[in-house]
């Protein structure tokens, strides 16, 4: 044990100690005396840390540290976030979602580090709670961390909507509820980041250009609050909701220089068809001279995620395994026949609601997870493949859903092998998954599909666990091969233990098969019903 600690206290000493290898700015201003370290890829920002109070200084920040109760806390304008502390390096890396307390926000962080009494904080998830960028210049060697905690006239407002608008331009009133919600993003095959917002027929809007950043207005319209980091996206840092000159506003940052007219084409696309909403198309590249007509490249390249509610309504189901590979076994059941059962259950209880179901197989026979993922296209509403656990520890049980995404807990991975194949196959499966989970399209196709597939998997969750009176193990994120590259809501459901004597027996049984399909079909009818945003 001392030799791992003293191993972890030596890669965190001599990280610090290559700090003079890259340099922080904070708001224009060099301070190497606080920054950056990086504990995980070295010069990579959205690895870099630095001394936490300090930092708070030096943006003007007030900062306080709960020693016993093992957080600090980051306040300005009356928002306070709260990021919880460890000593335990390892743990404390590992981003999660209660690592962190963001107002009115969700994001994954890690926790500060304490190190010889010293706070380290990460830098990203503290900009990004306050409304400001943390860019790293590549040829500069180094990070820029800028935050505005005041606006002048005639500037963006980030992520603070107003209740009222009184602009006589817009007549604007508070009374209108129609929202402008997040757009949507997609890659063009030229590399530009196309952005598209899904409007009410006759939407008018204004594009204009202000302190760098892309600034649309809609007239009569209000906006949604949202925020979103495209990860690794050449062409965008930043898209929020806000204000701009009183009216409510989409700013979208990009990471180059753009002016009125220069750096980003945009066109429309009226409502036709099955398509019930007008369609505005924003490109960005770094090389604008790149850049086309925006309504020249064919619609499915965006994602298609956000189309749940426009269109018939049809959902793939995926009976995991099969034929040679029976998947998960004990002595109560076999897991590729029970999952079988309660698809083709599920399957006539959707159909006798008006959904077409597809089924990847509706039979005892074997195909390559490929073969099955590519079920999951665009002109489908959703995609659900059913699975059943089983483990060395008899006494575990419960249902869980998952999402495809890079598992927070590396344990995980090890449940990805087992239902990617087993063996090397299985190894080889998810190792691809994985490396897709950290690409850049699947950054640029996270957001908007993700979104989706939670809200499938929360509606799914509640519905089937309340219906059977299984456990609920909650919805999680993991490298499944059969969902990694879905381009609609998707999710894989683990409806039980077959190790588990209970479960096992349960299982088997076609009482409770019925009952888990039930429960599917409401999570999944009330998800479509309510235009994929579940209860």
Do not use: C
Not at 492 to 504: D, H, K, Q, T, W
């Amino acid at each position: 044990m001392k030799r791992v600690l003293f191993f972890i206290f030596f890669l965190f000493s001599f990280a610090i100690s290559q700090q003079h290898f890259n340099h922080l700015k904070v708001n224009g201003v060099l301070r190497d005396d606080i920054g950056p370290f990086y504990f995980i890829n070295y010069g990579n920002n959205h690895d870099a840390y630095v001394l936490a109070k300090d930092f708070a200084v030096a943006l003007g920040l007030e900062y306080s540290q709960n020693t016993g109760q093992n957080f600090i806390s980051f306040n300005a304008n009356g928002k306070t976030v709260i990021i919880k502390t460890t000593s335990n390096i390892p743990d404390g890396l590992i981003k999660r979602f209660d690592s962190i307390s963001i107002p009115n926000r969700t994001i994954a962080s890690p926790k500060a580090i304490i190190v010889d009494n010293k706070v380290y904080t990460a830098i990203t998830p503290i900009l990004y709670a306050f409304g400001g960028d943390s860019p790293y210049n590549a040829e500069e060697h180094t990070l820029y961390s800028s935050l505005e905690l005041a606006t002048s006239p005639g500037e963006p407002i980030i992520n603070t909507p107003t209740s009222t608008n009184t602009n006589a331009d817009t007549n604007i009133t508070s009374s209108q509820t129609a929202l402008i919600s997040a757009p949507r993003l997609g890659k063009q095959e030229n590399g530009a980041t196309r952005v598209v917002f899904d409007l009410p027929i006759g939407t008018k809007y204004k594009i204009s250009v202000s302190d760098n950043k892309l600034i649309i207005t809609f007239v009569g319209l209000k906006t949604s609050s949202f925020d979103s980091i495209p990860e690794l996206d050449p062409n965008i840092i930043r898209i929020q909701s806000g204000t701009f000159n009183g009216q409510d506003a989409v700013i979208v940052s990009p990471s180059y220089g753009i002016a009125q007219d220069s750096g980003y084409k945009y066109g429309f696309i009226p409502a036709q068809g099955a398509n019930t909403k007008d369609r505005l198309y924003i490109d960005f590249h770094t090389k604008s001279a790149t850049l086309v007509d925006a309504t020249q490249a064919a619609e499915e390249s965006v994602t298609a995620s956000a189309n749940v509610i426009d269109m018939k309504k049809i959902v793939v189901i995926d009976a995991g395994h099969g034929g040679k590979d029976p998947g998960a076994s004990s002595s109560y059941a076999i897991e590729s026949k029970i999952v079988l059962k309660v698809a083709l259950y599920l399957r006539d209880i959707l159909e006798e609601q008006g959904v077409e179901v597809v089924l990847t197989r509706d039979s005892d026979r074997f195909l390559e997870l490929k073969e099955r993922s590519e079920f999951a296209k665009p002109d489908i509403n959703l995609f659900v493949s059913i699975h059943a656990n089983s483990i060395s520890n008899s006494a575990a049980n419960g249902i869980e859903t998952w999402v495809f995404g890079e598992p927070l807990d590396g344990r995980l991975i090890a449940l990805a092998i087992t239902e990617n194949g087993g063996g090397e196959l299985g190894q080889a499966l998810t190792q691809e998954a994985l490396n897709y989970a950290k690409s850049i399209p699947a950054k640029i196709y996270k957001e908007e599909q993700l979104r989706y597939s939670l809200a499938l998997a929360n509606s799914v969750q509640k519905e089937v666990t309340k219906l059977t009176g299984a456990k609920n193990r909650g919805v999680r994120e993991n490298a499944f091969y059969v969902i990694r590259k879905a381009r609609t809501p998707a999710i894989l459901v683990e409806i039980g233990f077959l190790s588990n004597p209970s479960e096992g027996s349960n299982l088997a049984t076609e009482s409770y098969q019925e009952k888990i399909a039930e429960g599917l079909a409401n999570g999944i009818l009330k998800f479509m019903n309510n235009g994929g945003l579940g209860d």
